[in-house]
């Protein structure tokens, strides 16, 4: 693959599930990106990982449209992990994920990223696959150096996951993604309505929306400071505050 890609798609699952024992060491893993001739073998894995049908069409984008980040960790010619994500813009995402960001970022400039699918072949889980697969979204999209075309505009990643997938939720709680939103009857699998959680990763700068504790934080350490908004502020209560210890 040639660039990076981004798609629009619907609560697709994160499936991370513990195997006893390492089956490889990480120095002998590769990335790479998925491409045209994957499609067999990524549609055989996602059938083994993922409670969740796909159709024919998301496999032949994942594995050949620039509109995704599609990356395979691959060990011995064979692809035992991969990550699928999407670069999108804020103001574009459906109305129960509006909410991982305050509205400050509501800009057309702002972007998000989601996470559709992340999976290791069972017999290589605990191996830390995952988290190098993981770990190179999260440094592309928040490294030092901007990449394009979205630089620094991105300002949160975040995924959909089944409540009953105990092992994903402490694999991202470990890995600093917050708990959002209770997503109440969110997943149809088999014809069964299933309850969904979002989470959340901060980058760039972003962040959820405020309560009146961030708001008295950002005042109060702004008046510390002594300048900013509140340098008139910050002079009266020290003013006060001298009168009081000389007193």
Same mark, same amino acid.
């Given at each position: ?6 798609? *629009? ?5 994160v499936? @991370?599930?513990?195997?006893k ?15 045209p001739? /994957? ?8 059938? /083994? ?13 994942i594995t ?17 992990g991969? @990550?699928?994500?999407? @670069?999108?813009?804020y103001?574009k995402? %459906?109305?129960e ?5 305050s ?5 057309? /400039?702002?972007?998000?990223a989601?996470i ?7 017999? =290589?889980?605990?191996?830390g696959?995952a988290?190098? *697969? *993981? /770990?190179?979204?999260? %440094?592309?999209?928040s490294?030092?150096?901007?990449q394009p075309?979205?630089?620094?505009r ?5 995924l959909?996951?089944l409540t009953? %997938?105990?092992e994903a939720?402490?694999?991202?709680e ?9 997503l109440?009857?969110?997943?149809? @699998?088999?014809?069964?309505?299933k309850?969904?959680?979002? =989470?959340?990763?901060?980058?760039n700068g ?5 309560? *009146? ?10 008046a510390?400071?002594?300048g ?6 910050w002079g009266k209560?020290?003013?006060?505050l ?6």
């Amino acid at each position: 693959m040639a660039g990076f890609s981004w798609y *629009l798609s619907e609560g697709f699952q994160v499936i @991370i599930e513990k195997s006893k024992e390492a089956k490889c060491s990480l120095k002998d893993v590769q990335l790479r990106f998925l491409c045209p001739d /994957d499609l067999e073998e990524v549609r055989s894995l996602c059938r /083994d990982w993922f409670p969740i049908e796909y159709p024919q069409s998301w496999y032949e984008d994942i594995t050949s449209s620039e509109r995704f980040f599609a990356l395979a960790a691959v060990y011995k010619s064979q692809i035992i992990g991969l @990550i699928v994500a999407e @670069i999108k813009p804020y103001l574009k995402l %459906n109305a129960e994920d509006r909410g991982i960001l305050s509205r400050w970022f509501a800009s057309k /400039d702002t972007l998000v990223a989601y996470i559709l699918s992340l999976g290791v072949v069972r017999s =290589y889980r605990r191996s830390g696959v995952a988290t190098m *697969l *993981l /770990d190179v979204l999260i %440094n592309h999209l928040s490294g030092p150096v901007p990449q394009p075309p979205h630089e620094h505009r991105v300002k949160a990643i975040f995924l959909h996951v089944l409540t009953t %997938n105990s092992e994903a939720i402490l694999f991202y709680e470990k890995r600093r993604f917050r708990l959002h939103s209770f997503l109440p009857y969110y997943y149809s @699998i088999k014809g069964r309505c299933k309850d969904g959680f979002t =989470y959340v990763y901060y980058v760039n700068g972003g962040h959820a929306p405020w309560g *009146l504790y961030d708001y008295v934080k950002y005042m109060a350490r702004a008046a510390w400071r002594g300048g900013g908004l509140y340098p008139w502020l910050w002079g009266k209560l020290r003013t006060a505050l001298t009168i009081a210890w000389h007193r």
